[in-house]
């Protein structure tokens, strides 16, 4: 038996912030350690018609999940175009970026382990 208790956050409760180096990307935080959710934060990204993020690493993994729209992902020397439905595992320490060329926003559930993640931005060349 878990010593942790049940969650249940309504969806009225997520407060989302823009992102900061990401131009038109808002992160809202679903559950994390915060919430006494011991193991994993569930993250909630919208991606605005135009938005970009820049090649950036991170020290943890990723997976997600697209709720919504269509846009790229670039992930190591890879673009992939990703839509309502598709799964992605970015490792930890893998350059990886957004962009959405369309014109709907995006949406996707991201979850990484709880604990600190150092986020490192890359010169564009």
């Given at each position: 038996m878990?010593?942790?208790e049940p969650i249940v956050k309504r969806a009225g409760d997520i407060e989302y912030e823009s992102v900061g180096a990401a131009e038109g990307m808002s992160k809202g935080v679903l559950l994390?350690?915060?919430d006494g959710a011991p193991n994993f934060a569930i993250r909630r990204f919208v991606l605005e018609p135009g938005a970009t993020v820049p090649k950036h690493t991170n020290d943890v993994e990723h997976e997600q999940y697209v709720l919504s729209g269509k846009y790229t992902v670039g992930i190591g020397d890879e673009e992939y175009e990703v839509a309502a439905g598709d799964s992605l595992f970015i490792?930890?320490?893998?350059v990886h970026w957004y962009r959405n060329d369309s014109d709907v926003e995006g949406t996707f559930l991201c979850a990484v382990p709880n604990g600190d993640d150092t986020i490192q931005v890359l010169d564009e060349e």
């Amino acid at each position: 038996m878990s010593d942790t208790e049940p969650i249940v956050k309504r969806a009225g409760d997520i407060e989302y912030e823009s992102v900061g180096a990401a131009e038109g990307m808002s992160k809202g935080v679903l559950l994390n350690a915060d919430d006494g959710a011991p193991n994993f934060a569930i993250r909630r990204f919208v991606l605005e018609p135009g938005a970009t993020v820049p090649k950036h690493t991170n020290d943890v993994e990723h997976e997600q999940y697209v709720l919504s729209g269509k846009y790229t992902v670039g992930i190591g020397d890879e673009e992939y175009e990703v839509a309502a439905g598709d799964s992605l595992f970015i490792p930890g320490g893998v350059v990886h970026w957004y962009r959405n060329d369309s014109d709907v926003e995006g949406t996707f559930l991201c979850a990484v382990p709880n604990g600190d993640d150092t986020i490192q931005v890359l010169d564009e060349e």
